[in-house]
T-cell receptor
Framework: EAQVTQNPRYLITVTGKKLTVTCSQN?????MSWYRQDPGLGLRQIYY???????DKGDVPEGYKVSRKEKRNFPLILESPSPNQTSLYFC?????????????FGPGTRLTVL | EDKVVQSPLSLVVHEGDTVTLNCSYE??????LLWYKQEKKAPTFLFML????IEKKSGRLSSILDKKELSSILNITATQTGDSAIYLC????????????FGKGTSLLVTP
C-alpha cells in the first residue's frame, strides 16, 4: 500500500531535549516536505527536499533541521525543542515532474513541549 | 510575499444544502492551486487546478479556477454529515520550487 508513515504519532517532551520525528514513504517520490499546523495559522512549510542531499528552507525553518540521506526517509530534527514548537506536524511526499503531482500526507505527529 | 486567503473561516449548514468555499491568492508566477479535505487526520487531496485545467468535478464536489480574479471556489452540493471537515486551499508558484502556500482553511460543519 502506498503510504507516508511518521513516528511517533504522539510525543510529549521537555524543553531542550533533542528529538527526531521520522518520515518514510514507499512510493519512490523525489519530493518530501515537513509542515506544522497550528490553530488559526493553517499549514506552514518548515523544510522541503527535492531529492537526496537536496534540502531547502520553507516558511518557518527556525529551530528545525532535516536530512535526506536516502530517498525514502526525511527525518525532522529538533535539536533543542521549545514550547513554541508544540504543534501538529505533517510529512508529505510527491513525484517531481513537469507539473506538481498530488502530495501524499502522513498521519501527523502531535508534539507537546513542556 | 505569496498569500492565500480562504473564506469563510467557518460554516454551518444543514444536510442537503449546497455550499461554496472561496480561495483567493497572490502568488508570483502561478503554477497550480490545490484543494484538500482534512478531517481528524492528515489532509487528503481533492483537486488540482492549473492554467490548462480550470474546472474539475468529482461526484458532488466541483472546483473552478478564475485566473482573472486570482481565485477559486469549491462547491459541494447535497451536503452530507460526512462532508464535515476543514477544507484547505494551497497554491504553488513557479518561483518557489515546489513549495505550497496553504490558506488557513474553512471549517465546514454539516448538521443532520
Amino acid at each position: 500500500e502506498a503510504q507516508v508513515t511518521q513516528n511517533p504519532r504522539y510525543l510529549i517532551t521537555v524543553t531542550g531535549k533533542k528529538l527526531t520525528v521520522t518520515c518514510s514513504q514507499n512510493m519512490n517520490h523525489e519530493y518530501m516536505s515537513w509542515y506544522r499546523q497550528d490553530p488559526g495559522l493553517g499549514l506552514r512549510q518548515i523544510y522541503y527536499s527535492m531529492n537526496v542531499e537536496v534540502t531547502d528552507k520553507g516558511d518557518v525553518p527556525e529551530g528545525y533541521k532535516v536530512s535526506r540521506k536516502e530517498k525514502r526517509n526525511f527525518p525532522l530534527i529538533l535539536e533543542s525543542p521549545s514550547p513554541n514548537q508544540t504543534s501538529l506536524y505533517f510529512c508529505a511526499s510527491s513525484f517531481l515532474g513537469g507539473s506538481t503531482d498530488t502530495q501524499y500526507f502522513g498521519p501527523g505527529t502531535r508534539l507537546t513541549v513542556l | 510575499e505569496d498569500k492565500v486567503v480562504q473564506s469563510p473561516l467557518s460554516l454551518v449548514v444543514h444536510e442537503g444544502d449546497t455550499v461554496t468555499l472561496n480561495c483567493s491568492y497572490e502568488v508570483t508566477n502561478f503554477r497550480s492551486l490545490l484543494w484538500y479535505k482534512q478531517e481528524k487526520k492528515a489532509p487528503t487531496f481533492l483537486f488540482m487546478l492549473t492554467s490548462s485545467g480550470i474546472e474539475k468535478k468529482s461526484g458532488r464536489l466541483s472546483s473552478i479556477l478564475d485566473k482573472k480574479e486570482l481565485s477559486s471556489i469549491l462547491n459541494i452540493t447535497a451536503t452530507q454529515t460526512g462532508d464535515s471537515a476543514i477544507y484547505l486551499c494551497a497554491v504553488e508558484g513557479k518561483d518557489s520550487g515546489y513549495a505550497l502556500n496553504f490558506g488557513k482553511g474553512t471549517s465546514l460543519l454539516v448538521t443532520p
